[in-house]
């Protein structure tokens, strides 16, 4: 297997932020005290997860790839299906033996349904357009709730649960607005996206209504008051990347712009990250 290829196919920096968020789900959780293991474990089954579901999703949009994205390693020739294959088999199986090694039974059954979710989202549900955004988003708010399994059990702070919705609504709202710059690959695979089926505009209005939910809920822990100094000075940035995304769109809903704002998303959501780490400080 090429090996460029194969970094490439995993898409490293979003598997990296996927560990980063399993940590900040242990850290924002407040446990008496966690082994330094267990961390590194919680992180490396983030990674390995999320790098097999970006493998496996590949795999099953190689054709949409052809037409979208060219360049990728299934439909450039880099990488071969059978390679692809077998890379996320290995990947799946770390994924799994790194949950096993923190041992928590409630954190090996997150992970083990998040990989089949990963899965069916990929062979089926990716074309039943909005519901397949929910899965893609329901990645960005699971690493946090397995982190805080690791760290505590079930017992979940607010903090937390509120930092899992943020993601999944600024997820979900990333999706909708990918899927318009997609539309040529997704409409040959029969994929049903809000773009294709109600135009660019609504998709556009409904992405942009999602990024101002997400900042709209990234001020609860005022109101439950969980919000330090840290987080009340830093909540600023996210929150006003992400209402400039919500005007960029709607001001201008092309392909272009579509993927402009799916990549300063993902900043902002890095950047989101950290902020939630300095509320629980």
Do not use: H
Not at 44 to 70: K, W
Not at 182 to 202: F, M, Y
Not at 204 to 216: D, I, P, R, T
Not at 246 to 251: E, F, H, K, T
């Amino acid at each position: 297997m090429n090996l460029k290829g194969g970094v490439s196919l995993i898409r490293p920096l979003n598997c990296a932020m996927i560990g980063f968020a399993v940590i900040v789900g242990e850290f924002v959780s407040k446990p008496p005290a966690i082994p330094l293991l267990y961390s590194v474990f919680g992180y490396l089954t983030g990674f390995f997860i999320c790098a097999y579901s970006m493998v496996v999703n590949d795999v099953y949009d190689v054709e949409v790839d052809r037409v979208n994205q060219p360049s990728r390693p299934l439909p450039s020739g880099k990488v071969t299906s059978r390679g692809a294959i077998r890379l996320s088999v290995a990947l799946l199986l770390a994924g799994l033996a790194s949950s096993t090694l923190t041992l928590s039974v409630w954190a090996l059954l997150i992970a083990g349904a998040y990989s089949l979710l990963s899965w069916l989202y990929s062979v089926r549900a990716k074309k039943a357009g909005i519901y397949g955004n929910l899965i893609v988003a329901s990645s960005l708010a699971i690493p946090f709730i397995y982190g805080g399994v690791i760290a505590g059990g079930t017992a979940l702070g607010s903090l937390l649960l509120i930092m899992a919705l943020t993601s999944f609504l600024a997820g979900v709202g990333r999706e909708v607005v990918k899927a318009i710059a997609d539309i040529p690959g997704d409409a040959k695979r029969g994929i049903k996206s809000l773009a294709i089926a109600q135009g660019t505009g609504r998709a556009a209005a409904a992405g942009a209504a999602l990024f101002l939910s997400a900042v709209l809920a990234s001020w609860l822990p005022f109101l439950v008051g969980s919000a330090n100094l840290l987080y009340s000075l830093g909540v600023v940035l996210p929150d006003l990347i992400f209402a400039y995304l919500a005007v960029s769109i709607l001001r201008k809903p092309s392909a272009a712009n579509a993927m402009v704002v799916k990549r300063v998303a993902l900043l902002g959501m890095l950047v989101g990250l950290f902020v939630f780490v300095g509320g629980a400080l």
